[in-house]
């Protein structure tokens, strides 16, 4: 966000007030937090002026604030969709705790005279650190958060707040319409190789843009499906629009493969995999262009010498395997070293924690060592400023894999657009 986005001399009082708050931070230890908010979307809109809607959708978000964090706090409005304000820490708790409220009662209908206006409100969050130096860095890491949310969406936490008046067989119906009307999307996280300084995989992931509820993240269909045993339908849809997708270009995306999460396809269904292997092989896609993902803590509870055996089988069909959110370090790594696997992702907490504690990096370098040396591909998630990036490049590994805020937002992946710029991310 910049100027050219329309922030003028707003802009210019709202740094300088920040620069106050990071002085009394430093000085007398007061917290503070930044929130950046963009409405993404106003309905209802009929006999209203734009500078009454903008009047109103302040206050809502001052109101907002007050009930959902306990704290009063300016609202600066940056622009005309952009707003922010700063938190100042006084009560015990993080406001990131009253966040998922917040986002809540922001996407309640809105009364403006005699319009009934439903926003769709995207929430950036960033806390101050000692490595903050000026109002600008921290701004940078709340547009990177407010990115974040652009390409999140509302995950799991607006899923239930959009739906919290529907019974679940309700919500269940919507997602069987959904998915007979092809009204699912389904996106690509990019995934970098650091070395190339190319997209070396994308990450595949359901997306649903509800017209009367908004935007329901993959988690959130995952988990409905689930509940009603309906993962095979989801799994092959999903599976099905990857194929038309790429089938339309796949010489551009000849040097990337495509990684698709096992929580979605469920670890041990080995009908589920040979159908999926079926639409793949049917489709004239080689079968090397796939990842698939398992979730460690699906390894914790399923471990057993028939999981060794059917791993093995899984590689034996020509594909590679991935073994998603690590968190805890050697006791995994142990755990999957009789497992035939080629990827391993650390979580973004593990990244988190080094930022926050420096003392913990020799823990983290050795974890990836520790990969390095069992010849696994290492894909270190969370990577989302200029700090991580120079920390990672100085860790001379080879082949190492970052996703994040700097490796490229999502590529929604339609067989009818155009995606094939999206491959040109540098990792600047």
Request: aromatic share 8%; proline share 1%; charged share 25%.
């Amino acid at each position: 966000m910049d100027e050219g986005d329309g922030l003028g001399s707003s802009c210019t009082v709202f740094l300088k007030d920040i620069d106050n708050y990071i002085v009394d931070f430093r000085e007398n230890g007061t917290n503070f937090s930044l929130l950046l908010l963009r409405v993404n979307e106003i309905s209802g809109l009929k006999n209203s002026s734009a500078d009454e809607i903008g009047r109103v959708v302040s206050q809502r978000i001052s109101d907002r604030l007050i009930t959902c964090i306990n704290t009063f706090s300016s609202i600066y409005r940056l622009s005309s969709d952009h707003f922010a304000t700063i938190v100042r820490e006084n009560t015990s708790s993080s406001p990131l705790e009253n966040l998922d409220k917040l986002h809540s009662e922001l996407h309640r209908p809105v009364k403006v005279d005699l319009d009934e206006i439903y926003m769709k409100v995207s929430v950036g969050y960033v806390e101050m650190s000692m490595d903050v130096k000026n109002s600008k860095v921290l701004l940078t890491r709340a547009e990177a958060e407010l990115s974040l949310a652009k390409t999140q969406a509302v995950t799991d936490v607006g899923f239930k707040c959009c739906w919290r008046d529907c019974s679940e067989k309700q919500q269940f119906d919507e997602l069987k319409y959904a998915l007979i009307h092809n009204e699912l999307q389904i996106f690509g996280q990019p995934i970098v190789n650091m070395d190339a300084n190319k997209v070396e995989v994308l990450e595949i992931q359901p997306y649903w843009k509800h017209k009367k509820y908004g935007e329901i993240g993959s988690l959130a269909i995952v988990e409905l499906a689930e509940k009603n045993n309906y993962l095979f339908e989801v799994a092959t849809y999903v599976v099905k629009q990857f194929v038309a997708f790429y089938l339309g270009r796949k010489y551009a995306f000849s040097n990337v493969c495509f990684s698709i999460n096992l929580s979605l396809l469920k670890v041990v269904n080995i009908d589920l995999i040979k159908h999926v292997f079926y639409l793949i092989d049917k489709a004239g896609i080689k079968r090397s262009k796939l990842i698939l993902e398992v979730e460690d803590t699906c390894l914790t509870l399923l471990y057993s010498d028939e999981l060794v055996e059917y791993f093995l089988w899984l590689k034996q069909q020509g594909i590679r395997i991935s073994i998603d959110d690590t968190r805890s370090g050697y006791t995994n790594l142990d755990r999957i070293r009789n497992l035939d696997i080629d990827v391993v992702k650390i979580n973004k907490s593990f990244l988190a924690s080094v930022d926050a504690s420096p003392s913990k990096l020799g823990n983290f370098l050795s974890l990836i060592h520790s990969c390095d040396r069992r010849d696994l591909i290492v894909v270190i998630e969370g990577v989302d400023n200029i700090k991580q990036k120079e920390m990672i490049l100085g860790i001379k590994v080879k082949g190492l894999l970052v996703k994040g805020c700097l490796s490229g937002r999502p590529i929604y992946l339609s067989a009818s657009e155009n995606n094939i710029n999206y491959l040109n991310v540098h990792y600047a």
